[in-house]
């Protein structure tokens, strides 16, 4: 069965860099589209950025555009997302994604705070 497990959060200052990972199994990651979200407290869940199966495009909010870098290693089925200059405003539970089979599927989420 499919696992995600993510990896990575804590609370950070404003200005400061994370790195989330996501542990895949389950499935044959290369072979996917893989995304990230994250839901602030009161609202619904956002899609924050997306990676093809060989890397080769990525997709981004405009609200992380040029600030955050998703990222994949298909030979350690490892997913991963690179927060730079973070604000308050990107508070929240972060969540990897795969799409397969017409069902998605997602890991347990790993918290973010940015906060002083």
């Known amino acids: 069965q499919v696992q995600l497990v993510e990896s990575g959060g804590g609370l950070v200052q404003p200005g400061g860099s994370l790195r989330l990972s996501c542990a895949t199994s389950?499935?044959?990651?290369?072979?996917?589209?893989m995304r990230w979200y994250r839901q602030a407290p009161g609202k619904e869940r956002e899609l924050v950025a997306s990676i093809t199966k060989d890397g080769g495009v990525r997709n981004y909010d405009a609200s992380v555009k040029g600030r955050f870098t998703i990222s994949r290693d298909n030979a350690k089925n490892m997913l991963y997302l690179q927060m730079n200059s973070l604000k308050p405003e990107d508070t929240g539970v972060y969540y990897c994604s795969v799409l397969r089979d017409s069902v998605t599927s997602w890991g347990q989420g790993t918290q973010v705070t940015v906060s002083t």
């Open positions: 389950g499935f044959t990651f290369r072979y996917y589209v």
